[in-house]
Each structure stands twice: as C-alpha cells, then as structure tokens.
C-alpha cells in the first residue's frame, strides 16, 4: 500500500503571497489532519478533516484554511504568507480514530 | 498547563548502550503514539499503543494508562538510532495527536 503523499516537497514563497499544499492519504483512509512544525513552537495542530467535514481546528488564524475532497485527499491553504510561516508542514492520514501516519512534508520558506 | 512532557530533552549514549524515554500525560486518552523523525522530518511510526506492552526488534514500549505515562525503551543502540523521539496522544473525542517537545537522541560509535 502507498504511503502518504504530499505536494510539492519543498516551496519557496515571498512575503504576502499564498500558498496551497496537497496531501493525498492512504488508500481508503478517511481522515487527514495537518500539522505545522517549527524549531519555536514544536508540531502544533492545524485541522482534521473526516468525509469533506472539518471535526477540529487548531489555535490558528484565519488565513491558514483547508479543505477534502471526496476522494480524501486535502488541500491547506495560507493566504498572505507572513515570514513566521516558514515551517515544516506534515499531513496524516488514518481510517477513523487510532493510528496515524504522516506523509513526508513539505518544507516552506517564506522570504 | 504541559499536557504532554517528555524526559529527558537530550540524551547522548555511546552505541550499545540502552535507554529509556519517558511520556506523561495530563488526561486519559485514546491513542497514545511514539514517533521517530528522520533528518528529512519525516515521521516514522514507531508504535500504537493506548495502553500495555509492545516489542519492535530492539525497541519496546509499555504504557500505564492509569497512571497516565509511557515508556520507550532502546536496547543496544545504534547510530541509526538518532534523531528526535516523540510522543503524541489523542485525547477523547479529539480528532488530532498532542505532541510533546521531543527527545533528541545521539548515539556515538
């Protein structure tokens, strides 16, 4: 079975642009959930998405969004990139509840 | 407050030694999960375990869900063994891991 995917790997993006970044999970895995992992704050949780429905958000603003498709992959979005928001951005998958499993990231450097 | 605390932050063993990486945790949960990260920040899963004992080669785990700690024990180390431990739970009802601050692991030949 494939693993997690994710898209692009690495991104280099200017100050006040936006950003999308795609997870694709593990074949018949339902839930995504996002994460973002800086050297300050450590791995902070960004959002979960079951069947196209967000069940939680983490404490963060408004311009980081997200969204899954019917197929369960998902999408992040982070409008008006600012230079804190350069990080290691991890996706995971897993069928419902229980044991999660994470892509390989994708590095985001905002300058 | 820590919900999540992992000990110690930083540990340096010289190769064949063992160890033990300590988690506690503030509530009762339903998912507990140990992790390495490989110097790329990929997260390997190490184990899934809410609760009991688990043996992986020469890493085990057990967790004490009463008494709300687990531990991840690594026998004969090895320089493959580097890198950043963590442990994250998901507590009831959650839907998302809590991560605690990590070990970093350094094992020297």
């Known amino acids: 079975k494939a693993g997690v995917t994710q898209t692009p790997r690495y991104l280099i993006k200017t100050r006040g642009q936006q950003v999308t970044l795609s997870c694709s999970p593990i074949?018949?895995?339902?839930?995504v959930s996002w994460y973002q992992q800086t050297p300050g704050q450590g791995l902070q949780f960004l959002f979960e998405y079951f069947s196209e429905t967000q069940r939680n958000k983490g404490n963060f603003p408004g311009r980081f969004s997200g969204r899954q498709f019917s197929n369960s992959r998902s999408e992040m979005n982070v409008s008006t990139l600012e230079l804190g928001d350069s990080a290691l951005y991890l996706c995971?998958?897993?069928?419902?509840?229980?044991?999660?499993?994470f892509g390989p990231g994708t590095r985001l450097t905002v300058t | 407050g820590i919900q999540v605390e992992q000990s110690p932050p930083d540990l340096i063993l010289q190769e064949g030694a063992n160890s033990t990486l300590r988690c506690n945790f503030s509530d009762s949960v339903n998912n507990l999960q140990w992790f390495h990260q490989n110097p790329w920040g990929q997260l390997i899963n190490l184990f899934y375990?809410?609760?009991g004992t688990k043996q992986n080669g020469r890493l085990s785990a057990t967790t004490v869900a009463t008494e709300r700690y687990s531990l991840l024990y690594i026998s004969s180390s090895q320089t493959t063994d580097s890198g950043v431990y963590f442990c994250?739970?998901?507590?009831?009802?959650?839907?998302?891991?809590?991560f605690g601050a990590g070990t970093t692991v350094t094992v020297r030949a």
């Open positions: 994250a739970v998901e507590w009831t009802n959650d839907y998302k891991l809590s």
């Open positions: 375990i809410p609760s």
């Open positions: 074949s018949g895995h339902r839930s």
């Open positions: 995971a998958s897993s069928p419902d509840l229980g044991e999660q499993y």
